[in-house]
């Protein structure tokens, strides 16, 4: 019996640190948020975090970025989510817009209204609004989406990130030294 409540101790205070180190992805979606573009904010909140097979999901609305919180595990889940020892973990994007939005796939980016869709001539969330960044002439046709100007003289291209922001963000130190500080609260090692 004894064994029986000491493993139950184990099992919590393991769910209690694994809980304590996912901050830190949830500091990393946080950051993604932030770097990321963000015009209607559809992007922003449509970011999802994966824990073994758990898995939360942002307000995929439009609007400013949300908060997205990391699964919350338990003894039992932690269990179910072991591979060979290990927890996996994922943070994705799950917007229809994403290869664009990550400056992946070409495309030809207007303001306005697109058919019978209304864009808006600019960003619908407060940091979009912050860090729009207009060029004196239009886009060059199909282009990816950091990449403005080259085009129509008189015309007004823009963006609210830079180019290639994903790959700069995820090569970057910052990125690992959220991560790291907190899997070291969480005593993980």
Same mark, same amino acid.
């Given at each position: ?8 101790r184990?099992n ?39 824990v073994?097979?758990e ?25 179910q ?10 943070? /994705?994007?799950?917007?229809r ?15 306005g ?20 960044t207009? /060029?004196?002439?239009?886009r060059?046709?199909?282009?990816r ?12 291209? /823009? ?13 970057g ?8 500080l907190?899997f ?6």
């Amino acid at each position: 019996m004894a064994e029986s409540n000491f493993n139950k101790r184990i099992n919590r205070y393991t769910a209690n640190k694994l809980n304590g180190a996912l901050v830190g992805v949830e500091d990393v979606v946080k950051l993604l948020q932030f770097r990321g573009p963000s015009w209607t904010g559809l992007y922003s909140n449509s970011w999802q975090i994966r824990v073994g097979n758990e898995k939360t999901t942002g307000t995929r609305r439009q609007g400013n970025a949300q908060p997205v919180k990391s699964p919350k595990m338990t003894p039992k889940k932690i269990k179910q989510a072991q591979k060979r020892g290990f927890i996996e973990w994922e943070i /994705s994007n799950l917007a229809r817009s994403a290869p664009y939005a990550e400056d992946k796939k070409l495309g030809r980016f207007r303001r306005g209204f697109v058919g019978r869709k209304e864009i808006g001539n600019k960003p619908r969330t407060n940091l979009g609004q912050d860090r729009l960044t207009p /060029s004196g002439s239009g886009r060059k046709g199909l282009t990816r989406r950091g990449d403005i100007g080259g085009g129509t003289p008189g015309e007004i291209s /823009s963006r609210t990130a830079e180019l290639d922001w994903l790959p700069k963000t995820l090569k970057g130190g910052e990125l690992k030294g959220k991560l790291r500080l907190q899997f070291k609260k969480g005593k993980f090692k």
